[in-house]
């Protein structure tokens, strides 16, 4: 569907506001009465810390990914560092990762003094690629985190087998997927899940993260491990960390993850619009597997050589147009100078590549439709 410049102009002439275009930002958290209501009664109880809220946040979070148990933590990077700890990963260890990603996914193995090895990603979902992990195995890898980029899924059964043929843990990062799903199920109950309620996520709860399995005896490692250790007050069985989430913050993910689905689905309605509209020389639109469902944390295309604009200078005209976008992620985690200083020196060109040419663009549920018709045009017209 080609949209002309005119549309894009008649777009913000619809949305000026107070003599200016309304903005268009890359996120924007829906917080409502509902979640200020959950909160005022958390505080009057007087009971804030983690507690009974907490539980029945991690029971239906549980419910809703498909799995036995759900731990609850203040974050997704406390999340993925928890999860590691309870696999077993330690010093000398071995775990294998992607290199794009947000760096937390690989300093999060380096916090329990094992190594990140990095293995390249599919050139068109952004996620690690299956066919390669199996060569980067030794007899001292003990893991594979993988990274379910932007709410794509990863291509699970590849990863799957090769896990299970040599006896590896999986943890799951899928703290930009919240609700997505690979053949069916729901991404986090595969492995160890690991989710991010973080503002921008497709569900925040201001701060907070949530680790899902299948095997309780890993979700008690994780519930001493979030708690110093404790497995009764001033008895510390493990070295632990304070890692616990506050009752205001699952008061908050309970509402939120009630909206959850129709938020994605909001999401993914957005996604089609823009891939439709969007038909531009040189612009990569997201790659779209049958077999999975994306939900779209971000709608991120390619800018290739190919088009007139560089990437920079795409970001330049969408914002004469009020419209945020942003690159995840400029630099992949082996370029980074933490790992640089680390010594890594690995040659990763998909990876490489796609930093060089990514651009995440609006796509979440409060878009109105002036400001999608605002994001098509500009693109389409580049």
């Known amino acids: 569907m080609g949209l002309t410049r005119s549309a894009a102009q008649k777009s913000n002439r619809r949305e000026r506001k107070n003599g200016g275009i309304t903005p268009v930002p890359m996120a924007r958290p ?198 110093h250790g404790q497995p009764e007050r001033y008895r510390h069985d493990v070295l632990g960390y304070n890692y616990r989430m506050t009752e205001i913050a699952a008061a908050i993910g309970i509402v939120q993850l009630e909206k959850l689905d129709t938020w994605n689905e909001r999401r993914i309605a957005n996604a089609s619009y823009l891939m439709e509209a969007i038909d531009t020389e040189g612009i990569v639109l997201p790659h779209l597997p049958p077999d999975r469902k994306h939900v779209f944390h971000q709608f991120t295309v390619r800018v290739t050589p190919a088009c007139h604009l560089s990437r920079s200078q795409l970001q330049q005209v969408l914002q004469s147009y009020g419209i945020d976008s942003a690159v995840y992620y400029p630099l992949p985690i082996h370029k980074q100078p933490l790992y640089l200083g680390l010594g890594y020196n690995d040659r990763l060109p998909v990876s490489e590549k796609a930093a060089q040419e990514v651009l995440s663009l609006p796509v979440h549920p409060q878009l109105t439709e002036g400001s999608l018709a605002r994001i098509a045009a500009v693109v389409a017209n580049v």
């Open 30 to 227: 829906d917080l409502s009465g509902e979640e200020i209501e959950r909160v005022v009664a958390v505080l009057h109880s007087g009971l804030i810390a983690q507690g009974m809220c907490v539980k029945a946040f991690e029971d239906c979070f549980a419910a809703y990914i498909g799995t036995r148990e759900a731990v609850a933590v203040n974050n997704g990077t406390a999340a993925l560092h928890t999860a590691l700890l309870a696999a077993g990963v330690g010093p000398g260890d071995e775990v294998i990762t992607t290199p794009f990603s947000f760096i937390a996914t690989a300093n999060a193995v380096l916090y329990c003094n094992a190594r990140p090895v990095f293995v390249d990603i599919e050139d068109g979902s952004f996620n690690i690629s299956a066919d390669l992990i199996e060569a980067k195995i030794t007899p001292r890898t003990k893991a594979v985190v993988i990274v379910h980029l932007y709410g794509l899924p990863c291509d699970m059964e590849p990863i799957l087998a090769v896990c299970q043929r040599y006896g590896l843990a999986l943890i799951e990062d899928a703290c930009q997927a919240h609700g997505a799903e690979y053949k069916g199920r729901k991404v986090g109950s595969f492995g160890l899940g690991c989710f991010s309620f973080y503002p921008t996520k497709n569900m925040t709860t201001g701060e907070g993260g949530m680790i899902t399995t299948d095997d309780p005896r890993l979700a008690e490692k994780m519930r001493l491990v979030r708690s």
